[in-house]
């Protein structure tokens, strides 16, 4: 599975909307891109997945770049509890369970 | 709705002693998987069930360690003997198949202490 970056750490002010990007240059056509959270203390959290197309859903929305070399997920209005760690992963389907959290981006949501 | 409920929530046990750790997967997911989180290793995928049947069990450390999923509700992980080293997060998750089963609802873990 092909290899993400992310920035470290990022903060945003809490009601405005949180642009977390990803690097994945190396994704190949059969990827899917997915990102889960993890709150301090607490189980890991499904937020969205895409192939190609734009996705949106209640929690958030991803954006990925033509190329798929990239992706940008979006949490429109951000609030304290979603301060956590955010992680991508690009995935095969076949690769069943197969999450590899890297570093993740640190989002510090502030009043 | 419920999500994976996993029991129990924190044990602490003493070396040599055998470990039982529980979970129900959501109502309806036929995919069950276990994981491990470390601060050194990071999350680890130890084995999943598809339908009740193990389907890839090569992320089990060792014979130490055995998981079960007798019905489409309830699956066990079990360690015996347990070892200071086995201390961690253990989480069990479940997801739908098809092209769902990535999208995984984990449980809120068990956190394990060997002493």
């Known amino acids: 599975d092909a290899k993400t970056t992310q920035p470290t750490s990022m903060d945003c002010a809490e009601g405005r909307a949180a642009n977390l990007p990803c690097n994945h240059s190396?994704?190949?056509?059969?990827?899917?891109v997915y990102w889960y959270r993890q709150i301090h203390s607490q189980g890991p959290q499904y937020i969205i997945h895409?192939?190609?197309n734009n996705e949106t859903n209640e929690m958030a929305s991803l954006i990925i770049t033509e190329d798929r070399k990239s992706s940008t997920l979006i949490l429109p209005h951000a609030t304290l509890r979603d301060t956590a760690v955010y992680y991508c992963?690009?995935?095969?389907?076949?690769?069943?369970?197969?999450?590899?959290f890297g570093q993740g981006t640190t989002l510090q949501v502030k009043p | 709705d419920a999500g994976v409920i996993q029991s129990p929530r924190h044990e602490v046990t003493e070396m040599g002693q055998e470990v039982t750790l529980r979970c129900k997967p959501i109502?309806?997911?036929?995919?069950l998987f276990w994981y491990r989180q470390t601060m050194m290793r990071g999350l680890e995928l130890l084995i999943y069930?598809?339908?009740?049947?193990?389907?890839?069990d090569s992320g089990m450390p060792e014979d130490r360690f055995s998981a079960k999923m007798p019905n489409a509700s309830f699956s066990t992980l079990k360690i015996q003997p347990s070892e200071p080293r086995d201390s961690a997060v253990y989480f069990c998750?479940?997801?739908?198949?098809?092209?769902?089963?990535?999208?995984?609802?984990f449980g809120e873990g068990s956190w394990l202490t060997v002493v």
């Open positions: 998750a479940s997801s739908l198949s098809s092209g769902l089963r990535n999208t995984i609802y």
């Open positions: 190396t994704i190949s056509g059969n990827e899917y």
């Open positions: 895409g192939l190609k």
């Open positions: 992963i690009v995935l095969r389907s076949s690769n069943t369970g197969k999450l590899i």
């Open positions: 109502s309806g997911h036929d995919y």
């Open positions: 069930f598809n339908n009740n049947v193990p389907i890839d």
